[in-house]
């Protein structure tokens, strides 16, 4: 069963992710050119919050939309590379996270982080998704509630 374009599922939800993490980064490049004080604490916080939204997001595409992908599709090399973009951006993440202060270095990462996300998100948009939307037995306005509240326990995980 395809979805219909204008009915909110699945990839509609990944893809609010992907552009709300794509304002934070935004944000992190706003604060890494400014020169105020207090600058470097904003900066480890939001990259803490970027690593941690990517990593439930991630997280949620690799336990329930990957498989059911992988399920429903004859091709999968879209979804192997972005298994091991996972892997990549997991690698940054874990880097990031372990920084004490936010030098140089840090900037450079989360840069390259953000990098990493916006290929990701393109080869998203414009291959795996499609392929989603077009496979039959794929109920992709179900799966999205089942990622909702994966997400949303992940969070509330994160949290405490």
Request: aromatic share 4%.
């Amino acid at each position: 069963m395809a979805t219909p374009r204008n009915e909110a599922d699945a990839c509609t939800l990944l893809d609010t992710d992907h552009k709300a993490v794509k304002k934070m980064f935004k944000a992190y490049d706003e604060l890494a050119q400014s020169k105020a004080r207090g600058v470097e604490q904003k900066k480890l916080e939001l990259a803490r919050e970027i690593c941690q939204e990517l990593t439930v997001h991630a997280t949620i595409e690799e336990e329930i939309f990957y498989p059911a992908l992988r399920a429903a599709l004859k091709e999968t090399d879209a979804l192997a590379e972005a298994e091991v973009e996972h892997a990549g951006a997991k690698d940054l993440i874990a880097q990031i996270e372990a920084m004490e202060e936010a030098d140089e270095m840090f900037d450079a990462k989360v840069k390259v982080l953000g990098e990493y996300i916006d290929h990701h998100v393109k080869e998203e948009r414009n291959q795996i998704f499609p392929k989603a939307r077009a496979a039959r037995g794929l109920d992709l306005v179900a799966m999205r509630e089942e990622l909702q509240t994966r997400k949303e326990a992940l969070m509330g995980m994160e949290a405490a």
